[in-house]
């Protein structure tokens, strides 16, 4: 008899159960202990593998979905990428109206995955007709049993976390996890797995990560809507110019905004610390923690788990270019130029 080959089915069949890495070298002369859930290793290389697999599955168990049908939404790319992998497999037809403001490796990426991809004015209201909100919108009504995701409005994308990303990070850290550190978008991450966390241990401190230019800290501390608050900038994924039905303000305890200039500095140091090649929103949730840690938030007891949810691949052209850092005036030339002579 021959033996059983070891493989996966497919892809989708690796998506959820990341690894959470001990944090050693970024942290030295932090008090707590840090772990990172790193969403790079779900195989379209965010955490939104999960949601898209999710969502998905909840449509074809309700019969919406169906063979052949068209899957619409609206991402800054990771979104995007995760339906697109999902509907490759599914057999789905999938179209992305996406935002201006994400980076040409992330779109082409979509396109690589057979998306249809829309590029929509990044710097326009939401309720504009040229915003990727309202492109998605009339492509979903002109599209015949075409399914929206929407997943700033959709609960099953809080759920989706709370059924994985949630238990996972309690299993994971026995129960010992003291604080939760997430970047919030669509807050669809840090609302399921605060969520769940909370029901294990109502103490767990969950702290949310928001972009100077949103309104979600604002949002959170007065349940107003300010648009003063909106400005142009540069993080991709991380805070928001509309308030997401798919955030639960009430499991978030507090936000922290971070600066796209040191959000980008911890996420190159993310790499040349600890070896782990993130995103710009994972750089910006290790700037959030470190912020925290002056603060004064953490002690030796303190256990924390940051979400990293996204990989460094996705932003060459940018974080990870000194050119584009040059550009947006984020470099600190004495450093860097040293570093760019030493040839190995
Ligand atoms: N980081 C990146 C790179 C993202 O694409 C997103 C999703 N917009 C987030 C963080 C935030 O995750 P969530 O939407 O679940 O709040």
Redesign the pocket.
Known sequence: MKEEIQAHANVLQLIGNTPLIKLNNITANMKGNYFAKVEAFNPGH???DRIALYIIEQAEEKGILKPGSTIIETT????GFSIAMVSVLKGYKCILAVSSKSSKDKIDMLRTMGAKVYVCPAHVPADDPRSYYEVAKRLHEETEGSVYIN?YFNQL?IDA?YKTTGPEIWNQTKGQITHLVA????????SGTARFLKEQNPNIKVIGIDAFGSVLKKYHETREFDKNEIYPYRI???GKNLIPAATDFDSIDEFIKVTDDESAHTARELAKTEGIFA???SGAAMQGLKQLEENGEFDKASTIVVIF??HGSRYMSKIYSDEWMEQQGFMDTEVEQTASVQVV
């Open positions: 965010s955490s939104k800054s790319g990771n979104t997943q994308n976390h970047c919030s978008g669509t807050g669809g991450t840090i991709e994924g991380l995103g710009y929103t949810p996204d």
